[in-house]
């Protein structure tokens, strides 16, 4: 600091974290009024001041107009929006340390900085955490969250299976070599390969995957679902293998590990798993897992309580990559995702940043540590390890396996209630796993009101109380309300207790919800 009133301005900053924190979360409002939505809106600077405001009238406009414009997202246990996980304390201290010391981790420079090194050690870890070794997965790299992963698993998957077909047409021809996709391109590639068609085939694919699959240019109508007629979520094997043998042409396979609206799993053991790979190296298609929050399910126990969900993470070693988000269920703060290959090659002909030699690590001590520019996306990163690092050695496997277990309770608890409902109907209508609820449930919860004209309005109706938030989203055509339990703070009776009061008080309200 150069001026004693950046000092103060700072001290002012933290007062203002400080107090926040020491309110209770689960009685604060989660939404801001739209008062002080337009107030902060009309204090927004119009123009690029002539002369700067200076930093004691920045630090009051933050402190008095925004803050009280923003939402409470990370900070209340009641917030079930999308899936969105709130800051370990441990994290947060990490986070304060991130932009002090503001490092560009990029290149591995252990000799400046510990920075790479830590990384790594975090990486390790969170794979400790998820029980897969490290020495299996050596491709591995934070990233902005799981879109940026699903673009580096299938920018991974495209270079896998056309080089793939490359070789195998050289064993056939006496052509000589041909660069991969990531040197000469994807068009010079497949001719190379004789592909004329690059297919994506899953089951019920996060949106996000179409936007990764025009980012490296696959194009988002090159998906094509291979699910069961009795389940779309499910694969049906016999269809897969119709798929992978179609001519001419090169095939990633997608697993969801946890859909987005349900929280239901794609596949429930190790054979499942072993049956699609099987098939995979039997045509040379590439299995990418997307995990965002799925992934998590693998520190909870075996037991009878959790095994049903357990079971959709069996197996996940036998894929070539996968997709996390340590945003979510890990609770650190935003942007933090992460990617795992068993393939560090391929990570690296793809990401290779080539022919700048001010970015060369230089390092006189070559250990197996990878610089991250040549592994992932970015060429400039965040120290997002940092607080993955804090939050793993503060709390390890059985602080996180206690937050997740306090999150299910809480969402079966929250089904349970709806089964028994008279106004409200549990998604998806499936006899079986109605039946089976305490069993099935994960994290997420969908329902929808048995009157048709309230769903347009429930989501509102739910979130306008302040007290919880949910979202909304669409089953079979039709509106639906969806909760993801993600916060570390969870309490499964004031939290239960809270969500029913808030559904208790709408069905007061006139009667509106009731059939």
């Known amino acids: 600091m150069e001026h004693s ?3 103060a301005c700072l001290s002012q900053s933290q007062y ?5 924190l020491a309110e209770d979360a689960a009685k604060q409002t989660i939404l801001p009024s739209l008062s002080n939505i337009q107030k902060a809106i009309s204090s927004l600077a119009p123009n690029l001041p002539s002369e700067g405001y200076g930093i004691q009238r920045t630090t009051s406009h933050i402190l008095e ?13 009641n917030y079930y929006g999308f899936v969105t996980g709130g800051v370990t304390p441990a994290a947060r201290i990490a986070e304060e340390i991130v932009s002090l010391y503001d490092q560009n981790v990029v290149v591995h420079l252990p000799e400046t900085t510990i920075a790479t090194t830590l990384e790594d050690r975090a990486l390790k870890l969170l794979l400790e955490l998820l029980e897969f070794d490290a020495e299996v997965w050596p491709g ?8 940026a992963s699903n673009i580096m698993g299938l920018a991974c998957g495209r270079e896998y299976v056309i080089n793939h077909a490359i070789r195998k047409r050289q064993q056939q021809t006496t052509s000589k070599e041909v660069e991969t996709v990531g040197n000469v391109g994807l068009l010079a590639a497949c001719r190379a390969a004789d592909v004329t068609d690059v297919q994506i085939l899953t089951t019920m694919p996060h949106s996000s995957l179409k936007k990764a699959s025009s980012v490296v240019g696959l194009g988002r109508s090159c998906f094509e679902r291979v699910s069961r007629s009795d389940d779309e979520l499910k694969f049906d094997l016999k269809l897969l293998e119709e798929r992978l043998k179609r001519p001419h042409t090169a095939s990633i396979v997608v697993i969801s590990c946890a859909e ?7 596949t429930h053991s190790e054979k499942e798993l072993r049956s699609i790979r099987l098939l995979c190296d039997k045509y040379g298609a590439w299995i990418h897992i997307d995990a965002a929050f799925g992934l998590f399910a693998r520190i909870l126990e075996n037991s009878n309580e959790f095994r049903y969900v357990r079971g959709g993470v069996e197996g996940l070693e036998l894929a070539d990559s996968i997709t996390g988000d340590a945003h979510k269920l890990l609770n650190v703060p935003y942007d933090c995702g992460f990617f795992f290959s068993r393939h560090e090659g391929i990570a690296q002909e793809v990401f290779q940043n080539p022919n700048a030699a001010y970015l060369s690590s230089g390092n006189s001590t070559p250990d197996s540590i990878p610089s991250p520019l040549n ?8 120290f997002r390890a940092l607080p993955v690092y804090a939050t793993l050695v503060s709390y390890s496997r059985n602080g996180h396996r206690d937050m997740l ?9 929250i089904a349970g209630y709806f089964t028994q409902h008279q106004a409200f109907d549990l998604l998806p209508q499936n006899g079986d796993e109605k039946a089976n609820i305490n069993e099935r449930t994960y994290i997420i919860v969908l329902f929808r009101a048995k009157a048709d004209p309230v769903n347009a309005t429930l989501v509102q109706r739910l979130n306008a109380s302040s007290r919880i938030y949910v979202t909304g989203t669409a089953w079979d055509g039709r509106p639906a309300c969806r909760i993801a339990v993600a916060n570390w703070q969870v309490d499964v009776e004031r939290d239960f207790a809270i969500f029913r009061s808030v559904v208790d008080e709408i069905l007061e309200d006139k ?3 009731e059939p």
């Not at 203002?16 to 926040?20: E, T």
């Not at 592994?375 to 965040?382: M, T």
């Open 5 to 7: 009133s950046d000092v």
């Open 16 to 20: 203002h974290v400080q107090k926040i």
């Open 65 to 77: 107009d925004i803050t009280p414009a923003l939402n409470r997202q990370a900070l209340s246990p």
């Open 140 to 147: 591995r790299t934070f990233t902005t969250g799981a879109t």
């Open 260 to 266: 987005v609206n349900t929280g239901m799993f794609a």
């Open 375 to 382: 592994v992932g996306l970015e060429n400039s990163r965040r």
């Open 405 to 413: 277990q306090r999150q299910i309770r809480l969402a079966r608890r």
């Open 511 to 513: 009667g509106q919800v």
